[in-house]
């Protein structure tokens, strides 16, 4: 069992950054590829970004390509997401997820419980 806790989020102006973190209760979380994922209100769950276990690749949608960054720390066992030049279409519940891999909610098998971020214009 794999549980996952997110920190970091808030309310922060357009144009604002904020660095989420996720940490992770597992005996080896290097095993497992991390991802974010975001959903606001009425609105699905939408990829973010995501981070391989093997080679440390990461994958990001245009939408928040060149703004957003994951990153992870095996010894730390805690992935991060610097979101930068934020915009008020940003704002969601934003999760921390693990799994074997890839870029679709169904391929992460553990959730966290959420962080709000809010963007204000």
């Known amino acids: 069992q794999v549980q996952l806790v997110e920190s970091g989020g808030g309310l922060v102006q357009t144009g604002g950054s904020l660095r989420l973190s996720c940490v992770a209760s597992?005996?080896?979380?290097?095993?497992?590829?991390m991802g974010w994922f975001r959903q606001a209100p009425g609105k699905e769950r939408e990829f973010v970004a995501a981070?391989?276990?093997?080679?440390?690749?990461?994958y990001n949608p245009d939408s928040v390509k060149g703004r957003f960054t994951i990153s992870r720390d095996n010894a730390k066992n805690t992935v991060y997401l610097q979101m930068n030049s934020l915009k008020p279409e940003d704002t969601a519940v934003y999760y921390c997820?693990?799994?074997?891999?890839?870029?679709?909610?169904?391929?992460?098998?553990?959730w966290g419980q959420g962080t709000q971020v809010t963007v204000s214009s």
């Open positions: 597992v005996r080896t979380f290097s095993g497992y590829a």
């Open positions: 997820a693990a799994g074997p891999g890839g870029t679709r909610t169904y391929e992460f098998l553990y």
């Open positions: 981070i391989s276990w093997s080679n440390g690749r990461t």
